[in-house]
């Protein structure tokens, strides 16, 4: 039974090509569960989506950075 039940995640995504939306992340494994919860707000994740040189970047923020996101979310999107 155990292991049936994965934590998951709602990641807030700010993506330059789509705008806001939100998607839900469930870990493939116990590291990865271990690396989001590390940054994650509960059960809450932040990504901002950019394009260099038409290359899709990804790159999670840190709830402690939250900040820098809602700033962004709100001048931005």
């Not at 569960?33 to 994740?45: D, H, M, Q, S, V």
Request: proline share 3%; glycine share 6%.
């Amino acid at each position: 039974m155990f292991g049936l039940f994965k934590k998951s995640f709602t990641c807030h995504v700010l993506d330059s090509g789509r705008g806001y939306y939100t998607s839900e992340i469930t870990p493939s494994d116990v590291e990865s569960e271990r690396k989001l919860t590390a940054i994650a707000e509960g059960k809450n994740l932040y990504m901002i989506i950019f394009y260099e040189d038409g290359q899709k970047k990804e790159q999670f923020v840190p709830a402690s950075r939250k900040d820098v996101w809602l700033k962004l979310k709100r001048e931005n999107y």
